[in-house]
């Protein structure tokens, strides 16, 4: 089992930043991949960004490219979300996840509110 814990959400003027972290803990050594993933009101939930555990490789989403950046660090076994010149659009709950293979993320953190004022 591994735990997810997000943090750093808030309110934001349209073109300021927000860093979300997401403490992961259990059975790290099983952990693939780390996402971050968002679900705008009334909107399927979306992908965004992930790293990959060990290599630390990432992926990001055309919609969020040049603008959201994905890190971890190791030792404290925490995966950060920068997002800069954020926009109204990106106003969403964000949900960390971790999957144990490419396949699938197979645990969620409870999610954290970005909103975005024009």
């Known amino acids: 089992q591994v735990q997810l814990v997000e943090s750093g959400g808030g309110l934001v003027q349209a073109g300021g930043s927000l860093r979300l972290s997401c403490a992961v803990s259990?059975?790290?050594?099983?952990?693939?991949?780390v996402g971050w993933f968002r679900q705008a009101p009334g909107k399927e939930r979306e992908f965004a960004v992930r790293?990959?555990?060990?290599?630390?490789?990432?992926l990001v989403a055309d919609s969020v490219k040049g603008r959201f950046t994905i890190s971890r660090d190791s030792a404290k076994n925490t995966v950060y979300l920068q997002m800069n010149s954020l926009k109204p659009e990106d106003t969403a709950v964000y949900y960390c996840?971790?999957?144990?293979?490419?396949?699938?993320?197979?645990?969620w953190g409870q999610g954290t509110q970005v909103t975005v004022s024009s």
């Open positions: 996840a971790a999957g144990e293979s490419a396949a699938k993320y197979d645990y």
């Open positions: 259990g059975r790290t050594d099983t952990t693939y991949a």
């Open positions: 790293i990959r555990w060990r290599s630390g490789s990432t």
